[in-house]
Nanobody
C-alpha cells in the first residue's frame, strides 16, 4: 500500500478555482492508478476523477466533466485535481485514493489506499 496526503482544500466563491494535491509515499507510485472521490455531508462517497498509472488515460464523473482536470507527476509522486468554475454543489470532503491496476476505477471498493481527505467549501 501507499500512504496518501491531500492538500489544497479551502473556501472559495462560486465560479472560482482550487487545485488539490495528493502526495504518495511508501511504494512505487507509478504502479498505481489514482482517483479522486468526494463525500458531502449526509451523502455517500462518490467518484470524481481517475487517471491511469502512466497518466495517458483519464475518466470523470458527468458532474465535473469539463470543469475538473486530473493529472499526475510520477517524478514527484503527486496527483492533482484542478477544479474550475466551482459550484456550491461541489462542497465536500475530497479524498484521493490509489489502486494497483492498469485501468481507471470508478468505485471506492476498487481502491487499496486512501488519504485523510481535504475540505472544499464553495460559497454562493
Amino acid at each position: 500500500q501507499v500512504q496518501l496526503v491531500e492538500s489544497g482544500g479551502g473556501l472559495v466563491q462560486a465560479g472560482g478555482s482550487l487545485r488539490l494535491s495528493c502526495t504518495a509515499s511508501g511504494r512505487t507510485f507509478s504502479g498505481y492508478a489514482m482517483g479522486w472521490f468526494r463525500q458531502a455531508e449526509g451523502k455517500e462517497r462518490e467518484f470524481v476523477a481517475a487517471v491511469s498509472w502512466g497518466g495517458a488515460f483519464t475518466r470523470y464523473s458527468d458532474s465535473v466533466k469539463g470543469r475538473f482536470t486530473i493529472s499526475r507527476d510520477n517524478a514527484k509522486n503527486t496527483v492533482y485535481l484542478q477544479m474550475n468554475t466551482l459550484e456550491p454543489e461541489d462542497t465536500a470532503v475530497y479524498y484521493c485514493a490509489a489502486a494497483r491496476t492498469v485501468s481507471t476505477p470508478t468505485t471506492p471498493g476498487q481502491y487499496d489506499s486512501w488519504g485523510q481527505g481535504t475540505q472544499v467549501t464553495v460559497s454562493s
